[in-house]
């Protein structure tokens, strides 16, 4: 079974930039799309990012758009967020999952769609974005 894992949260300051990583213990995630999504403190989890499998097609959020690109290098084995002009309601568990489906932003913005495209969710990385 795919195993996940989110790495690189940090604490960082407004404005300020952060690269995480999801990567595959035991698999390969080249077959696989991908998507982010963090938890605030008593919220739930909001979708931000998506990849096909191959990495030709990305989504974003529009709450994210412009600040955060995903990408992916598959001879790594890795997924990344690259997370820019960080805002202090950006903190959060951040948490990357198998997608078994298409890429489209209503996967990552409808809570309907979103249980029953999204498996695998791997460990999240904590983010603190504060001054």
């Known amino acids: 079974q795919l195993q996940l894992v989110a790495s690189g949260g940090a604490l960082v300051q407004p404005g300020g930039s952060l690269r995480l990583s999801c990567a595959a213990s035991?698999?390969?995630?080249?077959?696989?799309?991908i998507g982010w999504f963090r938890q605030a403190p008593g919220k739930e989890h909001e979708g931000i990012s998506c990849?096909?499998?191959?990495?030709?097609?990305?989504n974003h959020a529009d709450s994210v758009k412009g600040r955060f690109t995903i990408s992916r290098d598959n001879a790594k084995n890795t997924v990344y967020l690259q997370s820019n002009n960080l805002k202090p309601d950006g903190t959060g568990v951040y948490y990357c999952?198998?997608?078994?489906?298409?890429?489209?932003?209503?996967?990552?913005?409808?809570?309907?769609?979103?249980?029953?495209?999204?498996?695998?969710w791997g460990q999240g990385t904590q983010v603190t974005v504060s001054s």
């Open positions: 035991e698999s390969s995630l080249d077959h696989y799309a």
């Open positions: 990849i096909s499998s191959s990495g030709a097609v990305t």
């Open positions: 999952a198998a997608l078994y489906g298409p890429c489209t932003t209503e996967v990552l913005t409808n809570p309907a769609r979103t249980v029953t495209v999204f498996n695998s």
